[in-house]
């Protein structure tokens, strides 16, 4: 591959990241009340409304701070695997961040159960088929 291929897919690769890190910017700015400058919020801004305009709409604080637990995992987890490319294959993580972040992924888990429990009358009986 020709370094100008190589470059045009670091490029288009940055843009996501660049668009998660707005999204999680705007979700800390949100959660933690940190003042931004004008400047950046008009920026935040034109990101989130170009991934989706309504994305951030009907949220609770809750569910804020589970997608900006998400977003700050995957960028730590992606950081480990760049610093670290030898690093053993597996999830071995030590940093409280990424283990928080995964215990919030895993608990969405828990709503999905419940209304798949609801909806379905037998679901306590199929649980205990199960096991």
């Known amino acids: 591959m020709s370094q100008k291929l190589l470059m045009a897919a670091v490029h288009e690769l940055a843009a996501s990241m660049d668009a998660l890190a707005a999204l999680g910017?705007?979700?800390?700015?949100?959660?933690?009340g940190v003042a931004v400058p004008a400047a950046v919020d008009a920026l935040l801004q034109e990101v989130i409304a170009r991934v989706g305009p309504d994305l951030l709409s009907d949220l609770t604080p809750d569910q804020e701070?589970?997608?900006?637990g998400v977003i700050d995992t995957f960028f730590r987890q992606a950081s480990d695997?760049?610093?670290?490319?030898?690093?053993?294959?597996?999830w071995s993580y030590h940093d409280p961040v990424v283990i928080n972040g995964q215990g919030m992924t895993?608990?969405?888990?828990?709503?999905?159960?419940?209304?798949?429990?609801?909806?379905?009358?037998?679901?306590?009986?199929?649980?205990?088929?199960?096991k």
Do not use: C, K, M, Y
């Open 106 to 130: 895993s608990r969405q888990f828990v709503g999905t159960f419940e209304a798949a429990a609801s909806a379905v009358p037998d679901f306590g009986s199929l649980a205990s088929i199960a």
């Open 81 to 90: 695997l760049l610093e670290r490319p030898a690093r053993e294959p597996g």
């Open 65 to 68: 701070t589970t997608a900006l």
């Open 25 to 32: 910017a705007e979700l800390r700015r949100r959660r933690e």
